[in-house]
């Protein structure tokens, strides 16, 4: 996209699509916060600070919250709280061509470049087809989504009050968003079978990426999927198991969490639960902060993972992680390429992935290391609440509320980096200049 300014006549800027992106979630961010401001938002004054925290933790569907959702705004606040988390879940760009798709307007080249980077694609081929199937998923799961969350809080709350919490907490679940409008977030039903069947469902479906999903309904069988989405699947279903199995054998027996609860069916229930929502989004039905601190360490290492490109969940990405391992597997078996599934990985994609987890590693210890400075609470807390904003999960161990106004700044950059980082290192990724010089190549000893 091309800007004229008054004081460079003929001379454009030029600003790239992700950047433009971010541009746009700020400003969305923005809009959000004022209007969470106004009274009609409001059942109860709260600071702008307060207002522009929501707004970012639902853009960026982290699920983070110093305000108690369900008693602090109005039904229309909640209702622009579900907004914010529906167009950040999906991505401005991606709305805007469900927008057009709907009024059967064309979509033109320079939107369909905006859409490659807002969908974290590396081509404009099967763009359209992409937003259709987008489309078609989103309506048909938050529909099916809020049908059957009415069976859990219809008979607690009535029809009005139970409709639309059935729609809220479906939208928030399907794009990750972990926004529950209960201050204990989804505890009173932590064994009601109907729920820890339904949002988990939501979650891996939106949390999967729908450039898989796409695939699936293409081929329809495991033979003939793309590698991203066979590495995709298999490394889901590997860290949805190990996550399961983990939390039920760390908190087992602690009374604060599993131990309160005598019936090892639910336990387990709680488990399934807990663990498939540890990656994606910050739905909780047992206390975080009560957690041992080996349990919160795995959740850490879960929330950085995260969960698939072209979703509405964050972190490093399921396959950002999978060819990490891959890569160090081949270094020590002194291979030069990378295999998996009958299929090699390029040099490219590798270091895409190296400076994506550098870009990682130094947002978080950065994010750490200026948490710390304003606040003396437990380090574990601190890591753990930077962590799952950087994730866009939203999992908090009591320590959001008590964030100072430092403490809010790095955790609202965080989560907004966590949200549109991607978009801002492809940015640079994609600035290749041919060096003109070459060098001989030289030894470095390492390791």
Not at 66 to 80: C, M, R
Not at 286 to 300: Q, Y
Not at 323 to 351: D, N, P, W, Y
Request: proline share 4%; with cysteine; aromatic share 10%.
């Amino acid at each position: 996209m091309q800007f004229y300014f008054p004081n460079r006549p003929g001379k454009p800027i030029r600003i790239a699509p992700p950047l433009l992106l971010a541009i746009l979630y700020l400003v969305l961010i923005l809009i959000g916060a004022v209007v969470l401001c106004l009274p009609v938002s409001l059942t109860k004054a709260i600071t702008f600070s307060d207002a522009l925290f929501t707004a970012t933790s639902a853009v960026t569907v982290t699920g983070l919250a110093v305000v108690d959702t369900g008693s602090n705004f109005t039904l229309f606040g909640q209702a622009v709280i579900l907004i914010l988390i529906q167009l950040g879940g999906l991505g401005l760009m991606t709305f805007a061509a469900l927008v057009l798709s709907v009024l059967g307007l064309p979509i033109g080249l320079r939107h369909h470049s905006f859409l490659r980077e807002d969908l974290n694609q590396t081509s404009l081929h099967h763009l359209g087809g992409l937003i259709k199937t987008i489309l078609l998923v989103v309506l048909i799961c938050e529909l099916i989504g809020a049908i059957l969350l009415l069976l859990v809080f219809v008979p607690d709350f009535g029809w009005a009050k139970g409709l639309w919490f059935s729609i809220f907490h479906s939208v928030s679940a399907f794009n990750n968003a972990g926004f529950a409008l209960m201050p204990d977030s989804l505890s009173q039903w932590a064994t009601n079978p109907v729920l820890n069947l339904t949002i988990p469902a939501l979650l891996v479906i939106g949390g999967i990426g729908f450039s898989v999903i796409s695939d699936i309904f293409i081929h329809r069988g495991w033979r003939h999927l793309s590698l991203h989405s066979k590495l995709m699947l298999s490394g889901t279903l590997v860290l949805v198991i190990w996550s399961v199995l983990m939390f039920a054998v760390l908190e087992w027996n602690n009374p604060a969490t599993l131990g309160a609860f005598s019936n090892p069916l639910d336990k387990l229930q709680i488990s399934w639960f807990q663990g498939l929502t540890t990656r994606t989004a910050g739905f909780n039905t047992v206390d975080i902060g009560s957690m041992h601190d080996t349990t919160a360490l795995m959740f850490i290492l879960l929330m950085v993972i995260g969960a698939g490109s072209t979703s509405t969940a964050g972190g490093i990405k399921v396959t950002t992680f999978i060819v990490l391992v891959l890569a160090t597997i081949a270094f020590f078996k002194r291979h030069s390429q990378l295999h998996a599934f009958g299929r090699s990985i390029g040099l490219e994609e590798v270091m895409k992935v190296l400076a994506l987890t550098m870009i990682s590693i130094f947002v978080v210890m950065t994010g750490i290391f200026l948490i710390t400075l304003s606040h003396d609470g437990d380090f574990l807390n601190l890591v753990f609440e930077v962590t799952s904003a950087f994730g866009t999960v939203g999992l908090s161990r009591g320590t959001t509320g008590e964030l100072d106004t430092m403490g809010r700044i790095v955790i609202e950059l965080i989560m907004f980096i966590g949200r549109v980082g991607p978009l801002t290192l492809g940015f640079f990724l994609a600035r290749r200049v041919p060096p003109r010089i070459s060098y001989p190549s030289s030894q470095v000893y390492l390791g």
